[in-house]
């Protein structure tokens, strides 16, 4: 970080200093309007010199949110702010245009420091959600990423896998990251494009991000609940300038979850509509969960090789998780069941708190069985994760996990529906 400089400006044709310290810049505002602070790192996303201005493009924190998160001591545009808007300010330097070039690099140099992204490749999926995607990035994500001089190249999704054939071919060295401006569905399908690419131990260090347009948006919620912000298109454009998602730890961890499964990172299987359906699970419970479920007397081969074969159709793609478990790790639990889920993310929705011990980097899967319950008490409790504490609901994180489906108990000729993030299974295992 730079030192401290000043330099006598003028704002709003008002004479003030300003002062650039500890990635902060402040000065004087006229009347009892007092000092204006903002954030380099929070709260400004560039900067441009002109002629004799500098002109600071920031995204600030506005009304109550401000004044809580500066009461509190937070900083102002701290984490946990709420509503934030797009304000330009322009500081006239008293010293001509000079002094504005190197007031405009020295600002520069200062947000350049906090290694947000520079170039990136934007996935605009129009059938997303309400399929207003598309008015989505032109309304609110572009004007961001313009006024934070990131260089985009933008392309629309055209047809259902289209995203994931474009991110197995992507030239990767042109870009800092993969922007999805979708629901989980094309992120879903971007990660599995990058796993089958024969660069894939590289190219799955691609910062991906996601801003919410789709229906369900459960990772965008997760990401932006774990960095203590809404679930909001500007806050996700933010956190993808700024970087904030790699703060909360994600980075170094993103191998790990996002190869936990070949197909999905995010998987949630369900039976929906409460009807009750035969069936089994078997699962490798995580430590501390071992007294869930009966032991497995004898694996049966069908798991050990299904996971063998992960990947081995493009043999120098991923090639699925290894897999070391003992016989005598397996345990099992019979249906019927209400339904059955496994994510490895909080939110399956904005508003469905699906798994509320989920961890992006505890290397295991949260699985939800429901044996039982009355709609109403379940629809009631899933905003804020609560459900989960119904005596009908069975909650273990575990490492391995098969679910063999069976039929409707009301009416046999019936199966259930396997869901894998809006993809229809048969027959799912997922391994850590
Ligand atoms: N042009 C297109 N026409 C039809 N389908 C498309 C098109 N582009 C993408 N898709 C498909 O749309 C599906 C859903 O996309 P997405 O996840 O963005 O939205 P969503 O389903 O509304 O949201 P969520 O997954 O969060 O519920 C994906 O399977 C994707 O392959």
Same mark, same amino acid.
């Given at each position: 970080?730079? #030192?401290? %400089?000043? /330099?006598?400006?003028?704002?709003? @044709? $008002?004479?003030?200093?300003?002062?650039?310290? &500890?990635?902060?810049? =402040?000065?004087?505002?006229?009347?009892?309007?007092?000092?204006?602070?903002?954030?380099?790192?929070?709260?400004?996303?560039?900067?441009?010199?002109?002629?004799?201005?500098?002109?600071?493009?920031?995204?600030?924190?506005? #009304?109550? %949110?401000? /004044?809580?998160?500066?009461?509190? @001591? $937070?900083?102002?545009?701290?984490?946990?702010? &709420?509503?934030?808007? =797009?304000?330009?300010?322009?500081?006239?330097?008293?010293?001509?245009?000079?002094?504005?070039?190197?007031?405009?690099?020295?600002?520069?140099?200062?947000?350049?420091?906090?290694?947000?992204?520079?170039?990136?490749?934007?996935?605009?999926?129009?059938?997303?959600?309400?399929?207003?995607?598309?008015?989505?990035?032109?309304?609110?994500?572009?004007?961001?990423?313009?006024?934070?001089?990131?260089?985009?190249?933008?392309?629309?999704?055209?047809?259902?896998?289209?995203?994931?054939?474009?991110?197995?071919?992507?030239?990767?060295?042109?870009?800092?990251?993969?922007?999805?401006?979708?629901?989980?569905?094309?992120?879903?399908?971007?990660?599995?494009?990058?796993?089958?690419?024969?660069?894939?131990?590289?190219?799955?260090?691609?910062?991906?991000?996601?801003?919410?347009?789709?229906?369900?948006?459960?990772?965008?919620?997760?990401?932006?609940?774990?960095?203590?912000?809404?679930?909001?298109?500007?806050?996700?454009?933010?956190?993808?300038?700024?970087?904030?998602?790699?703060?909360?730890?994600?980075?170094?961890?993103?191998?790990?979850?996002?190869?936990?499964?070949?197909?999905?990172?995010?998987?949630?299987?369900?039976?929906?509509?409460?009807?009750?359906?035969?069936?089994?699970?078997?699962?490798?419970?995580?430590?501390?969960?071992?007294?869930?479920?009966?032991?497995?007397?004898?694996?049966?081969?069908?798991?050990?090789?299904?996971?063998?074969?992960?990947?081995?159709?493009?043999?120098?793609?991923?090639?699925?998780?290894?897999?070391?478990?003992?016989?005598?790790?397996?345990?099992?639990?019979?249906?019927?069941?209400?339904?059955?889920?496994?994510?490895?993310?909080?939110?399956?929705?904005?508003?469905?708190?699906?798994?509320?011990?989920?961890?992006?980097?505890?290397?295991?899967?949260?699985?939800?069985?429901?044996?039982?319950?009355?709609?109403?008490?379940?629809?009631?409790?899933?905003?804020?994760?609560?459900?989960?504490?119904?005596?009908?609901?069975?909650?273990?994180?575990?490492?391995?996990?098969?679910?063999?489906?069976?039929?409707?108990?009301?009416?046999?000729?019936?199966?259930?529906?396997?869901?894998?993030?809006?993809?229809?299974?048969?027959?799912?295992?997922?391994?850590?």
């Amino acid at each position: 970080m730079e #030192g401290r %400089a000043t /330099a006598s400006v003028r704002v709003d @044709g $008002a004479p003030t200093e300003a002062t650039l310290c &500890g990635g902060e810049l =402040r000065w004087r505002r006229g009347g009892a309007a007092g000092e204006r602070a903002l954030s380099l790192e929070r709260e400004v996303l560039g900067v441009e010199a002109r002629g004799k201005e500098v002109v600071v493009r920031a995204f600030v924190t506005t #009304g109550a %949110a401000r /004044a809580r998160s500066c009461a509190s @001591g $937070a900083g102002a545009g701290g984490k946990g702010a &709420g509503r934030r808007c =797009r304000r330009d300010f322009v500081l006239e330097m008293e010293d001509g245009e000079g002094a504005a070039a190197a007031w405009g690099e020295r600002l520069a140099r200062c947000l350049d420091s906090f290694g947000g992204p520079k170039r990136l490749f934007v996935l605009v999926n129009p059938f997303g959600g309400r399929k207003c995607a598309k008015k989505i990035y032109d309304m609110e994500i572009k004007p961001l990423f313009e006024a934070a001089g990131v260089s985009i190249t933008v392309q629309e999704t055209e047809y259902q896998g289209h995203a994931r054939e474009v991110a197995s071919s992507l030239d990767l060295g042109k870009y800092d990251g993969i922007v999805c401006v979708s629901g989980d569905g094309v992120l879903v399908e971007v990660v599995s494009g990058i796993l089958q690419r024969t660069d894939w131990e590289d190219a799955i260090k691609m910062p991906i991000g996601v801003v919410p347009a789709g229906t369900g948006n459960g990772m965008a919620k997760s990401l932006l609940h774990a960095a203590s912000e809404t679930c909001s298109v500007s806050n996700a454009v933010f956190a993808i300038i700024k970087g904030l998602v790699a703060d909360i730890d994600i980075e170094s961890e993103k191998y790990r979850w996002m190869g936990s499964a070949r197909f999905d990172f995010y998987a949630v299987v369900r039976i929906m509509n409460l009807r009750k359906y035969c069936g089994s699970i078997q699962f490798v419970p995580a430590p501390g969960y071992e007294s869930y479920g009966e032991p497995v007397k004898q694996v049966e081969n069908s798991i050990v090789e299904s996971l063998e074969q992960n990947g081995k159709s493009h043999p120098s793609s991923y090639p699925g998780p290894s897999v070391e478990f003992q016989a005598s790790d397996w345990r099992f639990a019979d249906g019927p069941f209400v339904a059955v889920w496994i994510n490895n993310v909080a939110w399956a929705a904005e508003d469905i708190m699906a798994a509320p011990e989920a961890k992006f980097s505890d290397g295991c899967m949260d699985a939800i069985i429901l044996r039982d319950c009355p709609k109403a008490d379940l629809l009631m409790k899933m905003s804020d994760g609560s459900y989960v504490k119904s005596t009908y609901v069975t909650y273990l994180k575990v490492r391995s996990f098969k679910l063999s489906p069976g039929q409707l108990v009301e009416n046999p000729k019936r199966g259930g529906i396997i869901d894998v993030d809006g993809e229809f299974n048969n027959f799912v295992i997922y391994s850590l």
